[in-house]
Nanobody
Framework: QVQLVESGGGLVQVGGSLRLSCAAS????????MGWFRQAPGKEREFVAV????????YYTESAKGRFTISRDNAKNTVYLQMNSLKPEDTAVYYC???????????????????WGQGTQVTVSS
């Protein structure tokens, strides 16, 4: 059974940092891109970042550029999202996901992803 389990969310003040982790089990995803999405209350799930299978390429939504860094450790089957300079508008449930389609880059639409975690809450207080 494939599982993606996020951790590292929490409550942080404006300008603070958090590091999210997503550990995969049940199969190896080292050959596939992995991404992060987020969903705020009343809003649609939106793309945040994606990293290539080997970690050499990454792509971010505009609001995350310069503040967030996605990385992965294939030996641990884990993807990370380092979030710095957090803003109240970053408040959301953050989800990691895996796309089995490595033919296009970057994949930024939620329906292009095949496996999802359960999400971890990030709350940025002002």
């Amino acid at each position: 059974q494939v599982q993606l389990v996020e951790s590292g969310g929490g409550l942080v003040q404006v300008g603070g940092s958090l590091r999210l982790s997503c550990a995969a089990s049940g199969r190896t995803f080292s050959s596939y891109p992995m991404g992060w999405f987020r969903q705020a209350p009343g809003k649609e799930r939106e793309f945040v970042a994606v990293i290539s299978w080997d970690g050499t390429s990454s792509y971010y939504t505009e609001s995350a550029k310069g503040r967030f860094t996605i990385s992965r450790d294939n030996a641990k089957n884990t993807v990370y999202l380092q979030m710095n300079s957090l803003k109240p508008e970053d408040t959301a449930v953050y989800y990691c996901a895996v796309t089995m389609d490595y033919t296009g880059w970057p994949r930024t639409r939620h329906y292009e992803y095949d496996y999802w975690g359960q999400g971890t809450q990030v709350t940025v207080s002002s």
